[in-house]
């Protein structure tokens, strides 16, 4: 067929679109137009049967106590959310295809018209998106579509005031983020919290990675011996598993049992000069929060020791040595190479530690569960966010959407932090690598 004698009408196939397929169809793609009209038939039967139904359940969350489950009909709401965007994102697609392929014909270029070269085709040129179509397909799965869930929670009343299906659940617009940031209770609560996670992210984040830096830095010097006995000891809190290490700790900070008080001071208390009283580790908020800041300490740093090594290993010698010969010293070589060469590769790792203790729940559940004492709203004087979500959840009277609400504003400051560093630093700006 001589595509030259053959011309369409790109409006024309854009129109007939509307129904997804026919504007294939126009073009004499039978194949391509048949499985588009398939997939707009599905969309249309899953609608009818399943999707009116599940956002109108959605708007209402339910009308009838006991017979209507608000919960499920949120869940329920959320997929057929999702499946309907998936499918607008194919129908401009479908558009998109109709008329690309009418300006083709127009153009006199090679048209795929029978199945074997459609399929083809789309192995050839759609290789890249069909790779990663099921990782998008996966991701919708277990990212977006509980994280959506989450989002929409924030906005109901979900307590134990409103639990389905005895009770149903309602739509309460920013009630909840109002209480957090403006209700006396949740507002001191939420201060405290909140102040207490950026000191501790700060604090444990930065004491973790100056250890790891500091002992790689040192352990790698030429003039030190046994470099690899050093590196098995650095690695054994790596070793263990963080779980049995926080509760360990948990015991040996013990006040009246632990080696800290009835072993380690009284030892140091022989020394001149020294006379320390046993400390209250679990039971005074202030020696808690210094407690598990040394501990993520410990944890932490092994983690950054490997990583330092190994970009250590990889800074040539010659810049080095063209430092000496310019009269720098070791601190000048350290502030003019190795740590600017630390910084530019580490610098998106430093900041998942950030985030990542942030969100360190282990560490606060774990070694004191949360306490002690308490700053209201259910939390703990040790609490970060996270841990107080977990609270919220699981206490006697559970605040499920102010939890929901909670973890939103941990996902924004995190999400906007991270973007701001990366963005700052050039973390993956592969550019004149």
């Not at 984040?205 to 030190?224: D, E, P, W």
């Not at 690899?228 to 000891?233: E, N």
């Amino acid at each position: 067929m001589n595509t030259n004698e053959i011309k369409r009408d790109v409006k024309k196939a854009a129109r007939l679109s509307l129904i997804p397929g026919l504007g294939q169809l126009y073009n004499k793609q039978k194949f391509k137009g048949l499985i588009f009209l398939a997939i707009f038939a599905l969309f249309i039967f899953e609608l009818l049967t399943f999707g009116i139904g599940a956002i109108e359940g959605f708007v209402t969350l339910g009308t009838v106590p006991v017979e209507d489950h608000s919960l499920f009909l949120l869940i329920e709401g959320t997929m057929q959310l999702i499946i309907t965007v998936i499918f607008f994102i194919f129908y401009a697609i479908n558009i998109k295809d109709a008329k690309a392929v009418a300006n083709l014909w127009n153009n006199g270029e090679k048209v795929n018209t029978t199945p074997k070269e459609i399929i083809n085709n789309l192995f050839d040129e759609g290789f890249p998106y069909l790779l990663t179509l099921p990782a998008y397909l996966v991701m919708t799965v277990s990212i977006i579509f509980p994280v959506l869930v989450t989002l929409f929670m924030a906005f109901t009343n979900y307590d134990f005031k409103h639990i389905p299906p005895a009770g149903l659940i309602d739509w309460v617009g920013f009630k909840n983020f109002f209480s957090i940031f403006f209700l006396s209770s949740y507002r001191s609560t939420f201060g405290a919290v909140f102040s207490w996670t950026l000191i501790w992210t700060i604090c444990a984040s930065t004491l973790q990675i100056v250890l790891g830096v500091m002992t790689a830095v040192v352990a790698n010097q030429q003039f030190i011996k046994g470099k690899r006995l050093f590196g098995v000891i650095f690695l054994l809190p790596w070793a263990v598993p963080a779980f049995i290490t926080i509760m360990s700790f948990s015991n040996i900070f013990n006040d009246s049992i632990g080696a800290i008080n009835t072993q380690v001071l009284p030892m140091l208390n022989h020394l001149p000069l020294i006379d320390i009283a046993p400390i209250a580790w679990k039971t005074d908020p202030f020696w808690t929060k210094v407690a598990i800041i040394m501990i993520q300490g410990w944890l932490g740093f092994p983690y950054i020791y490997v990583m330092t090594t190994g970009i250590l290993q990889s800074i040539p010698e010659e810049l080095y040595e063209a430092a000496k010969i310019d009269g720098a010293n070791s601190m000048q070589r350290f502030n003019t190479i190795t740590l600017p060469m630390i910084l530019y590769v580490a610098a998106p790792i430093f900041v998942t530690q950030y985030t990542g203790n942030f969100n360190n729940f282990s560490m606060i559940y774990l070694f004191n569960n949360g306490g002690p004492g308490s700053v209201g709203g259910g939390a703990g004087s040790t609490d970060i966010l996270i841990s107080w979500i977990y609270k919220l959840t699981t206490g006697n009277a559970p605040q499920y959407s102010v939890a929901a609400a909670v973890t939103l504003i941990i996902s924004f400051i995190v999400i906007g932090v991270s973007l701001i560093v990366f963005k700052k630093t050039k973390a993956f700006d592969m550019e004149g690598m």
